[in-house]
């Protein structure tokens, strides 16, 4: 049996690193290779995005006669503390405040939001309700109630934030001009409060911004659809009426809106102007359950519209093929690497009593591989998006090199969605108070000298 398997070997199996390869190792060295190819054919693409975000300015929208009017939503669980400097940056707009109106659903607080949101002039309604959790939930109620008070008609369309964040002052000028040119869904640039903190605060920024200037950018210009990203979106009002308010209740809610968009043929436009703060998660912990959360929330996206996403793929639909690479494959070819490396291990174990450090190797260049690939990534985004990363610079680069690391958490973190039969919606506890004045590239200290003033003059 021996000299079969060695005829065979010499036959079929090449050499790694000089090494001889018994069939074990050699199947091992197959998917790692076959992996990587796949890899390259389904996201090959998005280089392309880039190299078109990189030649090509974003889109400008034309200047209009502003009479729209818009409803400004904002979803808030215990966000007294931050939640005034959004409705700040609200009333400082660019674009006529008589036509505009902020409608803030405090979502099971336990705190003073509902109140300061009420003695900040906007339109507060309280929802009590432990048995369904989460933001769609709220955003259902909230729409309800005011379609009940008769004033739903009255807006064109409604923007739809999270209570940490903060608007640039022509934010709502710009989403305006991105809707009058004729989309009826709109997103925006994303950016980060809190970019410097850490490497997970950065990993989260700096993979935000990359969504809009080389993912929902590229796309703008191509005119296909853009992703809607947690916050931070408009959405016309028909489009609300035709789902009978807010329809979208699984654990990523954005993802699933843009899902049921681009299947009723509404592309999301994407407004670069438009620039937006929010704060990202600083614990590994508090990450690992929001990405747990995402990464579920992915998968029960596949489940339910996953069907219709892959009819449009082979109807050569473009924008149905990069929602099915955006929230399935990766996980799949990441998953097969690391499964079939773990049973070649045993397996070799099994069969010829020893450790193979070639497959220990596959899996590090596999690893490898990804390292280099999001740290190109982050390179690219870094450059072209320098002069609004708001951290000391020294700082940001340092970080640089902690993105990819950040990236491949989502490995682990994926399994541990999968395996997990339930995962439960966790509010994200945001601290950071700040008004647009107040980021620049020294935004963090800044705010830590300010946090540390309040907390000696509590005591």
């Avoid at 090494?19 to 050699?26: D, F, G, H, I, S």
């Avoid at 929208?61 to 400004?72: A, F, I, L, P, S």
């Avoid at 989460?134 to 999270?162: E, H, P, S, V, W």
């Avoid at 004045?437 to 830590?448: F, H, I, P, R």
């Amino acid at each position: 049996m021996d000299k079969i398997i060695d005829a065979i070997a010499h036959v079929m199996m090449p050499q790694l690193a000089g090494a001889y390869l018994n069939p074990v190792e050699n199947v091992g060295y197959y998917i790692s290779n076959i992996i990587g190819a796949l890899v390259l054919i389904f996201y090959s693409y998005q280089f392309f995005y880039i190299f078109l975000a990189m030649i090509r300015k974003p889109r400008k929208y034309k200047e209009t006669d502003q009479t729209k009017r818009y409803g400004v939503i904002i979803a808030a669980r215990n966000e007294e503390k931050v939640l005034p400097e959004l409705l700040k940056s609200i009333a400082a707009q660019t674009y006529p405040s008589d036509r505009v109106d902020v409608f803030v659903i405090a979502d099971n607080c336990e705190d003073r939001t509902a109140d300061v949101a009420r003695e900040m002039g906007a339109h507060v309604y309280e929802r009590n309700c432990k048995a369904q959790i989460g933001k769609g939930y709220a955003l259902r109620f909230l729409f309800n109630r005011i379609k009940a008070d008769g004033i739903f008609q009255n807006y064109d369309a409604y923007m739809i934030f999270d209570a940490d964040n903060v608007l640039t002052a022509n934010y709502i000028e710009e989403m305006d001009k991105a809707y009058c040119a004729g989309h009826r869904v709109v997103t925006s640039f994303r950016n980060s409060k809190n970019y410097g903190k850490n490497w997970i605060s950065s990993g989260y920024a700096l993979w935000f911004m990359r969504e809009s200037t080389h993912l929902n950018n590229p796309r703008s210009i191509l005119g296909t659809s853009s992703f809607i990203s947690g916050t931070g979106f408009m959405v016309d009002r028909e489009i609300i009426e035709r789902n009978n308010g807010w329809k979208h209740f699984l654990l990523t809610e954005d993802i699933e809106f843009t899902a049921d968009c681009i299947l009723h043929g509404d592309h999301v436009g994407y407004c670069h102007d438009a620039e937006f703060f929010d704060e990202q998660p600083e614990s590994f912990r508090q990450s690992w359950w929001q990405r747990k959360r995402w990464a579920k929330g992915l998968f029960q996206v596949f489940r339910y519209y996953g069907t219709g996403l892959l009819k449009g793929v082979f109807k050569l639909d473009w924008s149905c093929f990069d929602m099915t690479m955006n929230i399935m494959p990766a996980f799949i070819l990441s998953a097969v690497q690391c499964l079939s490396t773990a049973v070649l291990l045993i397996l070799n174990l099994i069969i010829y009593q020893t450790f193979s450090t070639t497959l220990v190797i596959c899996l590090t260049q596999f690893l490898l591989f990804g390292y280099i690939l999001f740290f190109i990534l982050g390179l690219l985004i870094f450059i072209a998006e320098w002069k609004r990363i708001r951290c000391n610079k020294f700082k940001a680069i340092l970080l640089l090199f902690t993105f990819p690391l950040f990236m491949l958490t989502y490995i682990p973190v994926s399994f541990s969605a999968f395996l997990s039969r339930s995962v439960t919606w966790k509010p994200v506890e945001h601290n950071r108070a700040m008004g647009i004045d107040e980021l620049s590239d020294d935004a963090e200290q800044a705010d830590e000298a300010r946090t540390s003033t309040d907390e000696v003059n509590t005591k």
